[in-house]
Every structure is written in C-alpha cells, then in structure tokens.
C-alpha cells in the first residue's frame, strides 16, 4: 500500500465546508512519513519487548499458559525516495506499508488511539485478541518505566493468524 499524506484546504476562513485536497511541500512530506515509519520501527521494538516478557514468563512456569498465546505482527514499511532527473519539479516520498489482504467487513478496530480499553464488546469476534491486546499495551507501559504503549491496534484476523498495524499515532506517551 502506498501512503503520501495531504491536507484539507478550505474555501473560505471558517475551517468548516467545502474544501480541496493539497499536498505537502515535500520536506513537511518527508517529515511527516518519516515521523510515521519511525513510529512503525519503534513500535516492533516494544512488540518485541511485549513476546520477551511473555516468553519469559512461559520458561520460568511449571505449568503451560491454559490459553493459546495469540501471534501478533505489525506490517512491514518503508520509506520510497523518488528524486525528480531535471524539470522544475521536486522529487516525492512515499510510505510503503505491506497490504493486509481481505475483505473489509474482516478489518476490525480491536482498541482506539490513546485508549487502554477494547473497542468490541465481550461477546463480539476478535475480544479475545482486544483482550491480549490490552495486556501487550500493559506489559509495554510497566517495562518502559510508564513511558510509552503502542495504541490504536486494527487489522484483519482469521483462525490462525492475526495481522496488526499501528497508524502514525500509534505511540502514545504517557506522562
């Protein structure tokens, strides 16, 4: 999937109504998808923490977790650095993200930006892994010393695995 972001801009001085669609100037381009693939990287970071913690904690047992221990991933991105051979023209930069294939009926908010608590309800598809979900972001926040927990988990899950991504506000500090 490819990303470029873009703002609203307004017909009149009231930010409300109609408007059309800009682009960045490229070094606020570049600095905004920058901002957003860092996030993506740091995020894998604490997931990585999170599956430590709990591999840990499966190893020092004498008894197996009576649960399946669900396999999250975050998707895979990068920066896309087109520079522009000649012409008056700027280059462009673009935030490539793996594509989650399904249909978007199966594309589920498990938690929202900046909360701790599932967005579905006990008796909904996919609770169990809001549930876990909630934990990762607990395990998270205790092991940096109450700085930082990933937020605003969606993405497709079926029967065997569960893809996860975290938008650009996807860290969340907790002061």
């Not at 673009?94 to 008796?123: A, C, Q, R, T, Y």
């Not at 927990?149 to 907790?174: E, K, N, P, R, W």
Request: with cysteine; hydrophobic share 40%.
């Amino acid at each position: 999937m490819v990303k470029c972001p873009f703002k609203k801009v307004f017909l009149t001085t009231v930010k409300a109504g109609p408007y059309k669609v800009s682009w960045y100037l490229l070094i606020d381009e570049l600095q905004k998808l920058f901002r957003e693939a860092n996030i993506l990287y740091w995020s894998k970071s604490l997931l990585k923490l999170t599956y430590n913690f709990v591999d840990h904690s499966i190893t020092s047992s004498p008894e197996p977790p009576p649960f399946m221990v669900p396999c999250v991933q975050l998707v895979e991105a990068g920066l896309a650095l087109c520079h522009n051979q000649g012409g008056s023209k700027p280059g462009a930069v673009f935030l490539l993200e793996e594509l989650i294939e399904g249909s978007d009926d199966m594309f589920v908010k498990f938690i929202h930006n900046m909360d701790i608590n599932p967005l579905l309800n006990e008796l909904d598809y996919g609770y169990d892994m809001a549930e876990f979900l909630v934990f990762t972001q607990h395990v998270q926040y205790i092991k940096t010393g109450k700085l930082v927990f990933i937020s605003d988990y969606q993405g497709m899950s079926d029967s065997v695995t569960y893809s996860i991504l975290s938008t650009a506000d996807g860290i969340t500090q907790c002061i």
